[in-house]
């Protein structure tokens, strides 16, 4: 196995049930306002890393926290991670600007991300 550029976990997307509210904690931990902030998504970029508020887990419909890790090559890692057992769970998509998603499980069924920038 090759390090394939591996830029480890730089976005964690929590899904919340009261958007407004979720802000209003997040921006208090996180010490500052979010710079997405819409009605489907309230983004943070703190410290090198995004935090994402997804309101009711978004059309992928997350019950729990999601992180991603940043990878040059999505398709070669999702390989990767299914031929070593992993089940795709949401296929590799554009997500605007460029920006690939795609989620997996585990054996166990934890839920993991991967993210390519263009």
């Known amino acids: ?12 997307l929590h899904p919340v049930s009261d958007l407004a509210a979720a802000k209003a904690v997040y921006s208090a ?6 710079q997405v902030d819409g009605d489907y998504y309230v983004g943070y970029e703190v410290g090198g890393q995004h935090i994402g508020l997804v ?13 991603y890790w940043h990878v040059p090559d999505i398709e070669a890692r999702l390989a990767e991670v299914t031929a070593a057992g992993g089940t ?3 296929a590799a ?4 600007g460029g920006r690939l998603v795609a989620t997996f499980t585990d054996p ?6 991967l993210l390519q920038d263009k």
């Open 93 to 96: 998509h554009d997500v605007g």
């Open 88 to 90: 795709v769970q949401e």
């Open 55 to 67: 309101p009711n887990g978004g059309p992928q419909k997350m019950s729990g926290p999601v992180a």
């Open 1 to 12: 196995m090759t390090d394939m550029g591996n830029q480890g976990i730089k976005t964690v």
């Open 108 to 113: 166990d069924g934890n839920v993991l991300g």
């Open 29 to 34: 931990l996180l010490g500052t306002e979010p």
